[in-house]
T-cell receptor
Framework: NAGVTQTPKFQVLKTGQSMTLQCAQDMNHNSMYWYRQDPGMGLRLIYY???????DKGEVPNGYNVSRLNKREFSLRLESAAPSQTSVYFCASSEVSYEYLAKNIQYFGAGTRLSVL | RKEVEQDPGPFNVPEGATVAFNCTYS??????FFWYRQDCRKEPKLLMSVYSSGNEDGRFTAQLNRASQYISLLIRDSKLSDSATYLC?????????????FGQGTRLTINP
């Protein structure tokens, strides 16, 4: 019953360092997402992958890159971390259905708390 | 204007009380609506989907008013365990419905 698994749970970086956040889901979902959550801002979409082999920008993509490695895994990379990227990062997955109305129920990982000094 | 707006609260209510939250959305083409619950320092989890004119799940009732573009969540007989942040979530388009828009959340504290 793992659902969506994110690693690491916590990370501290210095400005300019790079790192990759890992995400894996075992629900056989086609779609995966990366969000960041900042106080008073709600969840904001960074990138998403509608299906294996495709990725698209969300609301706040600058400073990030993503890779949909396979159907299970979707990673987020910070090439040169900046203090503005201090946030909580959530990965999510879903299976979008179109039976009647578009329905996109997303399941979230436990999050990665990132501090950039 | 934000796509999804919620009163951030905090709402502090006594145990057993009834509490209601409202959420407004700006995109009239929005198709699906949800309420998620987020406990402190945890991930968001689906509380309930909102279909048609509304639906009920135990002590929780969600209402949708398309004409006025708002969604509400009513919690009856509130429990201490209901303390959390409640996120209003809107799925704005039909085709390629990948993007959800999250409100900033309404913080609720139930007091003994």
């Amino acid at each position: 019953n793992a659902g969506v698994t994110q690693t690491p749970k916590f990370q501290v970086l210095k400005t300019g360092q790079s790192m990759t956040l890992q995400c894996a889901q075992d629900m056989n979902h086609n779609s995966m997402y990366w969000y960041r959550q900042d106080p008073g801002m709600g969840l904001r979409l960074i990138y998403y992958s509608a299906s294996e082999g495709t990725t698209d920008k969300g609301e706040v993509p600058n400073g990030y890159n993503v890779s949909r490695l396979n159907k299970r895994e979707f990673s987020l990379r910070l090439e040169s971390a900046a203090p503005s990227q201090t946030s909580v990062y959530f990965c999510a997955s879903s299976e979008v259905s179109y039976e009647y109305l578009a329905k996109n129920i997303q399941y979230f990982g436990a999050g990665t708390r990132l501090s950039v000094l | 204007r934000k796509e999804v707006e919620q009163d951030p609260g905090p709402f502090n209510v006594p145990e057993g009380a009834t509490v209601a939250f409202n959420c407004t959305y700006s995109n009239s083409a929005s198709q699906s609506f949800f309420w998620y619950r987020q406990d402190c320092r945890k991930e968001p989890k689906l509380l309930m989907s909102v279909y048609s004119s509304g639906n009920e799940d135990g002590r929780f009732t969600a209402q949708l008013n398309r004409a006025s573009q708002y969604i509400s969540l009513l919690i009856r007989d509130s429990k201490l365990s209901d303390s959390a942040t409640y996120l209003c979530v809107v799925n704005p388009i039909i085709q390629g419905a990948q993007k959800l828009v999250f409100g900033q959340g309404t913080r609720l504290t139930i007091n003994p």
